[in-house]
């Protein structure tokens, strides 16, 4: 079975840190670049960050620019983001998902229709 599974996820204080992962299994991610999208309560789902597919190339949004990380083991077949200066505002479900890398600008891996594979999701909550 083809599958993302995402863990990590908690509650944690403001300013406080957490590692996400995103592991896969029926596949090898070495051809895929992963994106990291969020959805909090009543928004809409929005990317967070992208890794290309060996890992050399990433792309943040505005707002986690400075506090997230995106990396890649290709190795373990797993993706992490490591989020730190957590806000409040931070809060939401993450999901990780993948898609085949044809080596475009990583801006253009921001369209969700185009992953062919999502995980269920991980709940990370920013609260005092």
């Known amino acids: 079975q083809l599958q993302l599974v995402e863990s990590g996820g908690g509650l944690v204080q403001p300013g406080g840190s957490l590692r996400l992962s995103c592991a896969a299994s029926?596949?090898?991610?070495?051809?895929?670049?992963i994106g990291w999208f969020r959805q909090a309560p009543g928004k809409e789902r929005e990317g967070v960050s992208f890794?290309?597919?060996?890992?050399?190339?990433?792309n943040y949004a505005d707002s986690v620019k400075g506090r997230f990380t995106i990396s890649k083991d290709n190795a373990k077949n797993t993706v992490y983001l490591h989020l730190s200066s957590l806000k409040p505002e931070d809060t939401a479900v993450y999901y990780c998902?993948?898609?085949?890398?044809?080596?475009?600008?990583?801006?253009?891996?921001?369209?969700?229709?185009?992953?062919?594979?999502w995980g269920q999701g991980t709940q990370v909550t920013v609260s005092s």
């Open positions: 998902a993948a898609r085949v890398d044809y080596g475009l600008d990583l801006t253009t891996y921001e369209r969700e229709y185009e992953y062919d594979y």
């Open positions: 890794i290309s597919s060996g890992g050399g190339s990433t």
């Open positions: 029926g596949f090898t991610l070495d051809v895929y670049a």
